[in-house]
């Protein structure tokens, strides 16, 4: 985007997201406050359609699903891309129903409020750990926490979440399940036998221990008479309690190697239904006599059956573990099983729940260490850092290509005119390519990576620079001859920012026809040649005065036939951050938005940022401000999981300033800034987020890094102060608060942005506690652990 274009101030804004306030209390127990950290809030169509493609189809992902049985479609919602998410659980509300899912990849309780397949929000809670299981009522979540024996309950509508911690004898927690009088109940194991604990509304603890021994602690559920029922996966059995007088009754062997898992009751409370993972079964118990069982084999072999759940009708839903697919067991008036495939392949299929309305949710992922194929990453000791520049012209000493070698930056975004390689109608020989030859064999040269963005018509193909052309056969025949000519680039992105009304703005079907038609001549002049959609600038919107069309996006996707793109593309600038905070932190929450909206069409693809950056003049730049974006925004890229982000630019291309080098090709400070990223996170591989548990204040944001060492790999964190009215107003505004940071160590070397190094010990404090403490300010800093 023109960087000028994001200057302006806005007199009105886009409201959206779910705002929830965190209302302190007083708490029991082993209680921690936790602070509600908002991602996204979502308002999109869920077209159905088959446009997955398997170039990415080992990206990271995550997907909230609604299936309507009764036509066998799914509505998908993505979720952030490491969160991972295992357990899931619905609770209506008149006409909305709230979907409360646990994402132990991010430490965060996930909640989507859906009232349609175009009105949902989703929001996220901050949790002390990784959750894995959930119960839901319409005022509080429970959840467990199985690394620390805790379980946590979250206030729906204070948003306070409390823990409690369990007895130290017990572990292997494994289900939670509420009853009608707000209790909850869990299962652990204590030595060799199966705990069943119940946690009162003012958090007494009562267990009662299964007398047989030998057993592992599964699933549990609460029929209608309030019988407490629990899977005994070690030994085949399922069990019955009485919460009244503390009796447990066993069923029938369901047999010695079965393993019972997971458990649900029917609507009539006549029976009990058991998913039998080892024996390919669901297994049918009656609550009263316990004395026979029913059992149904599974017809796809070994498909390893998990979570179950039953709809009004008594129709049976379960995971299928191995298959990745949804099942559907009836057995009336016959038996008949039915497979749900999901939209999306390749993902880990792990919970479900029945809604009142009986449709059924699901929470699937792909594993964030996978690695994206074959989009910029080859093989993880191939990694590619997501680190690049924008450059425009010939490439070469005198427009600072020297000095992105010299940076270690991995990539280099640059453009392919077509008005200058063919400025008169002709044919492929006759094409000029001398300038571009050149700017292309430097990158070769240097081992820099390319982006290579096609733009520019010839006035005699199309009345428009960067839009539709008169005659898509003539930028067919450019475009073949273009990929032909440069093997080795392997990604080429179709014009700058496309939504611009003048270009294809408003015009959203044009630009996923363009699409269509020239994808099979890239395929075929290059087969391992990428498709980049043209980096969308989203923001600065016609109705608020801008040159940018809001729902580009969605009209494309909705008019792409088959295959249009093999990566999506989209541009950051931190002066819209108020737009984008309710999805994620500054370019992480357009990302997370992006993502929703490509998978409400079904499109699962690559995400990159071709441009993104902080200007070094204006009203709300300075050197020393966009010195202290740069490793922001590559933290949070990481974070984000992209996998390429372009600095726009190398040098000043209006009046904004926002070049790493000035006119004279003299580095300003982000320049040093962008040398110390490359070295240490360049190299570095993402591990995580920091939770606001472990920095200790609400605006201290850090991610953590793995990093080789001289002993081997090492942790490296980068943290600063994220100064509220960064995301809170327009323009942004830096703040000068400080925060206190004890990081769990004897020695460490602080790190500034310019890579200057300083050891700290812990005793610098005046204490010798096994902590360092440091003072973190919003201007980043790297926590090397291995000085």
Same mark, same amino acid.
């Given at each position: 985007?023109?960087?000028?274009?994001?200057?302006?101030?806005?007199?009105?804004?886009?409201?959206?997201?779910?705002?929830?306030?965190?209302?302190?209390?007083?708490?029991?127990?082993?209680?921690?406050?936790?602070?509600?950290?908002?991602?996204?809030?979502?308002?999109? %169509?869920?077209?159905?359609?088959?446009? &997955?493609?398997?170039?990415?189809?080992?990206?990271?992902?995550?997907?909230?699903?609604?299936?309507?049985?009764?036509?066998?479609?799914?509505?998908?919602?993505?979720?952030?891309?490491?969160?991972?998410?295992?357990?899931?659980?619905?609770?209506?509300?008149?006409?909305?129903?709230?979907?409360?899912?646990?994402?132990?990849?991010?430490?965060?309780?996930?909640?989507?409020?859906?009232?349609?397949?175009?009105?949902?929000?989703?929001?996220?809670?901050? /949790?002390?750990?990784?959750?894995?299981?959930?119960?839901? %009522?319409?005022?509080?979540?429970?959840?467990?926490?199985?690394?620390?024996?805790?379980?946590?309950?979250?206030?729906?509508?204070?948003? /306070?979440?409390?823990?409690?911690?369990?007895?130290?004898?017990?572990?292997?927690?494994?289900?939670?399940?509420?009853?009608?009088?707000?209790?909850?109940?869990?299962?652990?194991?204590?030595?060799?036998?199966?705990?069943?604990?119940?946690?009162?509304?003012?958090?007494?603890?009562?267990?009662?221990?299964?007398?047989?021994?030998?057993?592992?602690?599964?699933?549990?559920?609460?029929?209608?008479?309030?019988?407490?029922? &629990?899977?005994?996966?070690?030994?085949?059995? =399922?069990?019955?309690?009485?919460?009244?007088?503390?009796?447990?009754?066993?069923?029938?062997?369901?047999?010695?190697?079965?393993?019972?898992?997971?458990?649900?009751?029917?609507?009539?409370?006549?029976?009990?239904?058991?998913?039998?993972?080892?024996?390919?079964?669901?297994?049918?118990?009656?609550?009263?006599?316990?004395?026979?069982?029913?059992?149904?084999?599974?017809?796809?072999?070994?498909?390893?059956?998990?979570?179950?759940?039953?709809?009004?009708?008594?129709?049976?839903?379960? &995971?299928?573990?191995?298959?990745?697919?949804?099942?559907?067991?009836?057995?009336?008036?016959?038996?008949?099983?039915?497979?749900?495939?999901?939209?999306?392949?390749?993902?880990?299929?792990?919970?479900?729940? &029945?809604?009142?309305?009986?449709?059924?949710?699901?929470?699937?992922?792909?594993?964030?260490?996978?690695?994206?194929?074959?989009?910029?990453?080859?093989?993880?000791?191939?990694?590619?850092?997501?680190?690049?520049?924008?450059?425009?012209?010939?490439?070469?000493?005198?427009?600072?290509?020297?000095?992105?070698?010299?940076?270690?930056?991995?990539?280099?975004?640059?453009?392919?005119?077509?008005?200058?390689?063919?400025?008169?109608?002709?044919?492929?020989?006759?094409?000029?390519?001398?300038?571009?030859?050149?700017?292309?064999?430097?990158?070769?040269?240097?081992?820099?990576? =390319?982006?290579?963005?096609?733009?520019?018509?010839?006035?005699?193909?199309?009345?428009?620079?960067?839009?539709? =052309?008169?005659?898509?056969?003539?930028?067919?025949?450019?475009?073949?001859?273009?990929? /032909?000519?440069?093997?080795?680039?392997?990604?080429?992105?179709?014009?700058?920012?496309?939504?611009?009304?003048?270009?294809?703005?408003?015009?959203?079907?044009?630009?996923?026809?363009?699409?269509?038609?020239?994808?099979?001549?890239?395929?075929?002049?290059?087969?391992?040649?990428?498709?980049?959609?043209?980096?969308?600038?989203?923001?600065?919107?016609?109705?608020?005065?801008?040159?940018?069309?809001?729902?580009?996006?969605? @009209?494309?996707?909705?008019?792409?036939?088959?295959?249009?793109?093999?990566?999506?593309?989209?541009?950051?600038?931190?002066?819209?951050?108020?737009?984008?905070?309710?999805?994620?932190?500054?370019?992480?929450?357009?990302?997370?938005?992006?993502?929703?909206?490509?998978?409400?069409?079904?499109?699962?693809?690559?995400?990159?940022?071709?441009?993104?950056?902080?200007?070094?003049?204006?009203?709300?730049?300075?050197?020393?401000?966009?010195?202290?974006? =740069?490793?922001?925004?590559?933290?949070?890229?990481?974070?984000?999981?992209?996998?390429?982000?372009?600095?726009?630019?190398?040098?000043?291309?209006?009046?904004?300033?926002?070049?790493?080098? @000035?006119?004279?090709?003299?580095?300003?400070?982000?320049?040093?800034?962008?040398?110390?990223?490359?070295?240490?996170?360049?190299?570095?591989?993402?591990?995580?987020?920091?939770?606001?548990?472990?920095?200790?204040?609400?605006?201290?944001?850090?991610?953590?890094?793995?990093?080789?060492?001289?002993?081997?790999?090492?942790?490296?964190?980068?943290?600063?102060?994220?100064?509220?009215?960064?995301? %809170?107003?327009?323009?942004?505004?830096?703040?000068?608060?400080?925060?206190?940071?004890?990081?769990?160590?004897?020695?460490?070397?602080?790190?500034?942005?310019?890579?200057?190094?300083?050891?700290?010990?812990?005793?610098?404090?005046?204490?010798?506690?096994?902590?360092?403490?440091?003072?973190?300010?919003?201007?980043?800093?790297?926590?090397?652990?291995?000085?």
């Amino acid at each position: 985007m023109e960087v000028a274009e994001h200057h302006s101030l806005f007199r009105a804004r886009w409201t959206i997201g779910l705002v929830l306030a965190i209302v302190a209390g007083t708490l029991m127990c082993a209680v921690v406050l936790i602070g509600l950290s908002k991602i996204p809030a979502s308002r999109a %169509s869920a077209i159905m359609s088959d446009n &997955v493609q398997s170039a990415a189809s080992l990206a990271p992902s995550a997907f909230l699903y609604r299936l309507e049985p009764a036509s066998g479609t799914f509505i998908t919602i993505a979720l952030p891309l490491n969160s991972r998410p295992s357990d899931v659980s619905v609770v209506s509300d008149t006409l909305l129903y709230h979907i409360w899912f646990t994402e132990p990849g991010l430490m965060r309780l996930g909640q989507v409020v859906y009232t349609s397949s175009a009105e949902y929000v989703l929001t996220e809670y901050t /949790v002390p750990g990784a959750p894995r299981d959930l119960a839901a %009522s319409a005022t509080e979540v429970w959840f467990t926490l199985p690394a620390s024996d805790q379980v946590g309950r979250l206030d729906v509508d204070s948003g /306070v979440i409390t823990t409690i911690t369990l007895s130290p004898d017990h572990s292997d927690l494994a289900d939670i399940v509420l009853d009608t009088e707000g209790r909850a109940w869990v299962t652990q194991r204590a030595a060799d036998q199966i705990v069943v604990t119940t946690i009162s509304p003012t958090n007494v603890i009562t267990p009662y221990l299964i007398p047989a021994r030998g057993s592992k602690p599964g699933g549990l559920t609460i029929d209608h008479h309030g019988d407490v029922w &629990v899977a005994a996966t070690a030994t085949g059995y =399922v069990w019955r309690l009485n919460p009244l007088d503390g009796t447990f009754q066993a069923s029938p062997s369901l047999g010695s190697s079965s393993r019972p898992d997971r458990l649900a009751h029917d609507s009539r409370g006549e029976h009990v239904w058991a998913a039998l993972v080892n024996a390919n079964q669901l297994a049918q118990l009656p609550t009263a006599p316990l004395m026979s069982v029913s059992f149904y084999t599974i017809p796809a072999a070994n498909s390893q059956p998990g979570t179950i759940g039953l709809d009004t009708l008594d129709r049976v839903y379960f &995971v299928q573990q191995a298959t990745n697919r949804l099942g559907q067991l009836i057995i009336t008036p016959t038996t008949q099983f039915v497979d749900y495939s999901l939209p999306q392949a390749d993902l880990k299929l792990t919970s479900l729940a &029945v809604a009142p309305d009986d449709a059924v949710w699901a929470v699937a992922y792909r594993d964030v260490h996978q690695l994206f194929v074959p989009l910029l990453m080859r093989n993880y000791d191939e990694f590619i850092p997501p680190i690049g520049i924008q450059m425009y012209g010939s490439l070469g000493p005198s427009n600072g290509f020297t000095r992105v070698v010299e940076s270690k930056a991995s990539w280099v975004r640059t453009q392919a005119l077509w008005a200058d390689i063919e400025p008169v109608n002709t044919t492929p020989d006759q094409y000029q390519w001398s300038a571009l030859d050149a700017s292309l064999q430097a990158t070769f040269d240097a081992n820099v990576n =390319v982006l290579v963005t096609i733009d520019d018509n010839p006035a005699w193909a199309s009345p428009y620079r960067s839009g539709p =052309v008169t005659n898509v056969a003539d930028l067919q025949e450019f475009v073949g001859a273009l990929v /032909v000519r440069y093997p080795q680039v392997k990604y080429w992105e179709f014009y700058n920012e496309p939504d611009r009304v003048g270009r294809f703005g408003l015009n959203g079907i044009a630009y996923a026809q363009m699409l269509q038609a020239i994808y099979p001549n890239v395929k075929a002049a290059n087969a391992t040649a990428q498709v980049v959609m043209g980096g969308l600038a989203l923001d600065n919107f016609i109705e608020e005065g801008g040159p940018f069309d809001r729902n580009f996006l969605p @009209d494309v996707l909705a008019h792409c036939a088959g295959t249009c793109f093999d990566v999506a593309n989209f541009h950051y600038y931190p002066f819209y951050r108020w737009r984008w905070e309710p999805y994620g932190h500054d370019l992480i929450g357009k990302a997370n938005y992006v993502w929703q909206v490509l998978a409400a069409y079904n499109y699962i693809r690559p995400l990159i940022d071709s441009e993104t950056g902080w200007p070094s003049a204006t009203n709300w730049g300075s050197p020393e401000l966009q010195a202290r974006y =740069v490793p922001k925004v590559y933290a949070r890229s990481y974070a984000a999981g992209l996998p390429l982000a372009i600095w726009y630019a190398m040098i000043d291309a209006d009046s904004g300033n926002s070049g790493l080098l @000035d006119p004279s090709l003299t580095p300003r400070p982000a320049y040093a800034a962008l040398q110390t990223v490359t070295s240490l996170l360049g190299p570095a591989r993402f591990v995580r987020t920091i939770s606001v548990t472990e920095t200790g204040a609400p605006n201290l944001e850090g991610y953590q890094f793995s990093a080789w060492g001289l002993s081997g790999k090492k942790r490296l964190d980068v943290y600063w102060y994220d100064c509220p009215s960064m995301y %809170s107003g327009i323009p942004p505004v830096d703040c000068d608060d400080v925060a206190p940071l004890r990081i769990a160590a004897t020695r460490v070397a602080k790190i500034d942005k310019l890579g200057n190094r300083v050891i700290v010990d812990d005793a610098d404090d005046g204490y010798r506690d096994g902590f360092v403490t440091l003072g973190v300010l919003s201007s980043p800093i790297y926590v090397d652990y291995e000085p």
